[in-house]
């Protein structure tokens, strides 16, 4: 698939067939986010590949999900095939900017004005949604927000915390989120060039 048309289809699904997914498939995609920038190469990002539906049902029930089947929508957790958890770790961030080579002149971790961490597990989690696009599936992302209790769930080690859950398998009809009638900005407030409020330049 070419990358423009990955783009195009992508977008937040939550509801899918029955149908499984091939474990070569959630393989390659879920190795995709090992693909996303790595800050000094910290290598803090991890993943959770989940297809037991025991497990699953228990992130459901993390996710209140009775409560949002019964307020008219699909049981997007328990539903889905699979399921990708997004990690990262903060600790391997300050390991390896405590390194020789990543001190500042003052031989000190530096100040973090932007916790790298949380971008370096976003851009893993963008390449997981584009993957599964490229795949031929569907994906949506339930940010960990509102599931407490899930790094219990996976056994996860105390450094290591999870970001969101990804679901993937192939789409079923589904009911679209109202904060989509919102409609997109447009272009003139969200795009700009040079400077903050200037438009294309001419000629």
């Keep these: 698939m070419q990358f423009k048309e990955a783009l195009r289809r992508r977008r937040m699904v939550r509801n899918y067939t029955e149908d499984p997914v091939d474990w070569a498939v959630l393989e390659r995609i879920a ?5 996303a920038p790595s800050a000094g190469y910290s290598q803090g990002v991890a993943v959770v590949t989940i297809t037991d539906q025991s497990v ?10 009775p409560d949002y089947v019964a307020a008219g929508f699909d049981p ?23 390194e020789a080579d990543k001190l500042t002149d003052a031989g000190e971790e530096i100040a973090w004005p932007i916790p790298y961490w949380w971008v370096d ?12 696009v490229d795949e031929g599936l569907a994906a949506g992302f339930f940010g960990t927000h509102r599931l407490r209790g899930l790094s219990d769930v996976l056994g996860l080690p ?5 970001i969101g859950v990804v ?18 900005k447009p272009d003139r407030e969200v795009v700009h060039y ?6 294309k330049p001419t000629g």
């Design 76 to 98: 997007w957790m328990s539903g889905a095939p699979a399921h990708i958890v997004i990690c990262i770790s903060e600790e391997a961030y300050h390991r390896r900017y405590q």
């Design 121 to 132: 597990a976003g851009a893993a989690l963008m390449l997981v949604l584009l993957a599964a």
């Design 167 to 184: 679901t993937i398998g192939h789409p079923a009809p589904d009911r679209r989120s109202g904060s989509l009638a919102r409609g997109p």
């Design 194 to 199: 040079d400077r903050w409020g200037q438009g």
């Design 31 to 35: 190795r995709a986010a090992l693909r």
């Design 56 to 65: 699953k049902g228990k992130i459901a029930e993390l996710a209140d999900e």
């Design 158 to 162: 105390e450094s290591t915390v999870p």
